[in-house]
């Protein structure tokens, strides 16, 4: 049973225009969100995260929105380079637990 | 200088032997994991140490054993390796939440470990 899930499997975004990945989870002590990139033959990088006392977060080109309510967290990438091509995970965990549940990712191209 | 190393990156071996990977982490972090990223690319958390102490072991088969021979080191040691072993298996290190730490983990490169 996946708590965290991620359903688009693949994303293809022009060079300049926003990327939107979308992650959803099932677990409502969920209070910590994460989003890792990740290249072919590398770990994942941490890219920002949220607590779930917000609702958005910002870092230069990137923004994670926060939908408790819904379940729903979404990563914007504006403007998207082809740089920004790789797989993205979203994690979460919850209170001072240290156990982070991985969605399956979405592989992002950015076609310039 | 390397945050997070694995060795080795590449492990081919057969059923039934021991194996063991290393990890190494040089950011002065207290807690470290390992993950396991199967063939349908789910990364799931094996353990995690914090200060020496087990304090998560999701489910893993006792053949699986992590060492910790301090702060920086987090090695896995796998006993009578089976043909669902195969895979990528990762570590990682962060600070605590309960040290100050925002849960920003940083990942090792990986190793690639195939059962025959």
Known sequence: ?112 | DTAVSQTPKYLVTQMGNDKSIKCEQNLGHDTMYWYKQDSKKFLKIMFSYNNKELIINETVPNRFSPKSPDKAHLNLHINSLELGDSAVYFCASSLSRLAGGQLKQFFGPGTRLTVL
């Not at chain 1, 989870?25 to 941490?46: H, I, Q, V």
């Not at chain 1, 609702?55 to 979404?74: I, Q, Y």
């Not at chain 1, 993205?88 to 991985?102: D, H, L, R, T």
């Open chain 1, 1 to 112: 049973d996946q708590q965290v899930k991620q359903n688009s499997p693949s994303l293809s975004v022009q060079e300049g225009r926003i990327s939107i990945l979308n992650c959803d989870y099932t677990n409502s002590m969920f209070d910590y969100f994460l989003w890792y990139k990740k290249y072919p033959a590398e770990g994942p990088t941490f890219l920002i995260s949220i607590s779930s006392i917000k609702d958005k977060n910002e870092d230069g080109r990137f923004t994670v929105f926060l939908n408790k309510s819904a379940k729903h967290l979404s990563l914007h990438i504006v403007p998207s380079q082809p740089g920004d091509s790789a797989v993205y995970f979203c994690a979460a965990s919850e209170g001072y637990g240290q156990n982070f549940v991985f969605g399956p990712g979405t592989r992002l191209s950015v076609l310039p």
